[in-house]
Nanobody
Framework: QAQLVESGGGSVQAGGSLRLSCVLS????????LAWFRQSSGKEREAVAA????????YYADFVKGRFTISLDTAKNTLYLQMNALQPEDTAMYYC??????????????????????WGQGIMVTVSS
């Protein structure tokens, strides 16, 4: 059973940076999609960025393009989300998620919540103005 554990969240002022990490324990890489989602109060959970392990393609939501970068270190079994130029509207609980094996890159973006079988517990990011 895969276990995903996030770290690196916290509070930062607008314009600042944070790097989230997600350690994927017991995870077997194949043709998977690994992603970061976020959910703020009263809103649906939404995909922020995704990494397709077959081919390395990446997806970014429009609202983070140019500011956030997703990356995967397979030697450390860790998925990262580098977040720069943070804004108050980025305040949310951030979740790491992984799909089972499949041809996920064939599906049109964005990645959907119901594609993902494994989730981390979530980590809070708060951006103050």
């Amino acid at each position: 059973q895969a276990q995903l554990v996030e770290s690196g969240g916290g509070s930062v002022q607008a314009g600042g940076s944070l790097r989230l990490s997600c350690v994927l324990s017991g995870y077997v890489y194949g043709s998977n999609c690994l992603a970061w989602f976020r959910q703020s109060s009263g809103k649906e959970r939404e995909a922020v960025a995704a990494f397709y392990t077959s081919g390395g393609r990446q997806y970014y939501a429009d609202f983070v393009k140019g500011r956030f970068t997703i990356s995967l270190d397979t030697a450390k079994n860790t998925l990262y989300l580098q977040m720069n130029a943070l804004q108050p509207e980025d305040t949310a609980m951030y979740y790491c998620a992984a799909t089972p094996r499949g041809e996920w890159w064939l599906l049109p973006p964005p990645p959907l919540v119901n594609h993902f079988s494994d989730w981390g517990q979530g980590i809070m990011v708060t951006v103050s103005s």
